[in-house]
């Protein structure tokens, strides 16, 4: 029986797991480390409301564990050598040099972790693959693994996950499913079975699914490709949308009742972000290349090509309609994070829409009510389209949303922010250039409402 678990890496998905299980787990010591110091000390922060990454009902979760059997360190080597079971959560980001630069997964953290599980290790433990990793990854760990020479024995499980960031605690607690990947062997079947055991003390157990090593890695890629695909699928109809005069939400409405298809995932949208689907997608283009299945990498492709074309074509569509100039007006942004309810940035349209604002000499500020002036020109300065300078002198950040549109020109909804629709619009409309433009990028708000104020309202795909 599991007593100690170590995780390796405290962010998004390392942070949450581990806190859901140490809850659910009271009897397992529960690690999580990273050699991010200032990461650890905000987990660690008394005032639990300050922990590095936002999720509704997440912070209540850790001070109900923390300091009961749910710990955050630096000290790597040690919960290495004290867990019985390693779940390895860190980065896999998009390769960004040599072979597969822009599409490959960057395993070299992956494999740093096993390097450094493989010199500390002196008993037999289990390691679980919780970062997304492409396909045959857990060979190349248990191979350095398996050539240590201190005679430890290794099983390598594969338990991907499927959160959505804004709701992953929900997911942690009531998920469609737990995949578990192992070996067919005795022992990659006990190996199975101990992470089973953990997950049934809340997941009833007809949802923990159980696979070999591949088919676990290469269902995680699949799910958010096809999760991803009808995004771009229905952003694709938007465009049709709106040069036909029909309305992207009604045909989503009519499509989505169809048994068949379903109305997940329908929303039409100035496009995905987040972590998962954009690098899972270009892993699995990279993955089929490799295998010379170009026309299966193509298709796939095409899912990345119609999100970066609607982002695009948001801007634009600010800059046609502001009289085909943006120079010197002021383009508020409501909203900077990926998606509602996270303080998670990384991919979003946001980025990519000011990016192209900024050359076109807009003056952009930026409200978002999770996400911290620091992250938000990190976020700007890493496309490095233009000097560190430059973007804070066209691009600047407001803790209130009222300031945030006073005397613009136009807003441009980035983010759904549920708070977004409870603002008042009377009060922001009186203190705006005239006309007054709302440019919707999640169809969140009520259009006969805007416009009855005086709002010019645009939303995507009507």
Avoid at 423 to 448: E, S, T
Wanted: proline content about 3%.
């Amino acid at each position: 029986m599991i007593k100690n678990i170590c995780c390796i890496g405290a962010g998004y998905v390392g942070g949450p797991t581990m806190a859901i299980i140490a809850q659910k787990c009271p009897g397992i010591k529960v690690t999580v480390v990273d050699l991010n110091e200032k990461r650890i000390a905000d987990w660690n922060d008394p005032n639990v409301d300050n922990i590095p990454i936002y999720e509704p009902g997440l912070s209540a979760i850790v001070a109900e564990a923390r300091g009961r059997n749910l710990f955050f360190s630096t000290e790597v080597d040690k919960a290495i050598d004290e867990a019985e079971m390693i779940f390895i959560s860190v980065n896999t980001p998009t390769k960004t040099y040599g072979v597969g630069k822009g599409m490959a997964a960057d395993l070299k953290y992956i494999e740093l972790c096993a390097r450094q599980i493989a010199r500390v290790a002196k008993t037999d433990k289990i390691v679980v693959e919780k970062s997304t990793l492409p396909v045959r990854t857990a060979s190349a760990i248990k191979s350095i693994l398996d050539h240590t020479g201190n005679g430890v024995k290794f099983q390598i499980l594969s338990n991907p996950e499927f959160l959505a960031e804004g709701t992953a605690v929900e997911d942690l607690l009531a998920p469609d499913r737990v995949l578990i990947g192992g070996d067919s062997n005795e022992d990659g079947q006990k190996a199975i079975q101990s992470l089973v055991n953990i997950y049934a003390n809340w997941v009833p157990k007809e949802q923990i699914l159980t696979t070999n090593v591949w088919s676990s890695e290469l269902s995680k890629l699949t799910a958010n490709a096809f999760l991803a695909q009808r995004v771009s699928s229905i952003n694709a109809m938007s465009e049709l949308c709106e040069k036909t005069g029909a309305d992207v939400n009604e045909v989503a409405r009519a499509i989505g009742m169809d048994s068949r298809i379903g109305s997940k995932f329908l929303k039409s949208s100035v496009g995905f972000g987040g972590s998962c689907f954009q690098k899972d997608i270009l892993n699995l283009v990279y993955i089929a290349k490799s295998y010379g299945l170009n026309e299966v990498a193509d298709y796939w492709e095409q899912v990345i090509i119609m999100n970066d074309h609607q982002k695009r074509r948001f801007a634009k569509n600010i800059i046609k309609t502001l009289y085909n100039t943006v120079s010197g007006k002021k383009i508020a942004f409501l909203g900077w994070a990926f998606k509602k309810d996270t303080n998670d940035t990384r991919e979003s349209a946001a980025i990519y829409v000011a990016d192209d604002l900024l050359a076109e000499q807009a003056n952009v500020v930026v409200f978002d009510p999770k996400v911290n002036e620091n992250q938000i020109y990190y976020d700007l300065n890493y496309l490095e389209s233009r000097a560190e300078e430059e973007n804070k002198k066209g691009l600047t950040v407001s803790t209130d949303p009222y300031a945030a549109c006073k005397d613009a020109h136009a807003i441009a909804i980035l983010t759904e922010w549920d708070e977004f629709k409870t603002y008042d619009w009377q009060k922001i409309y009186n203190q705006m250039q005239k006309p007054a433009f709302v440019f919707d990028g999640r169809n969140l708000l009520n259009k006969k409402e805007l416009e009855q104020i005086g709002f010019v309202y645009q939303a995507i795909g009507s």
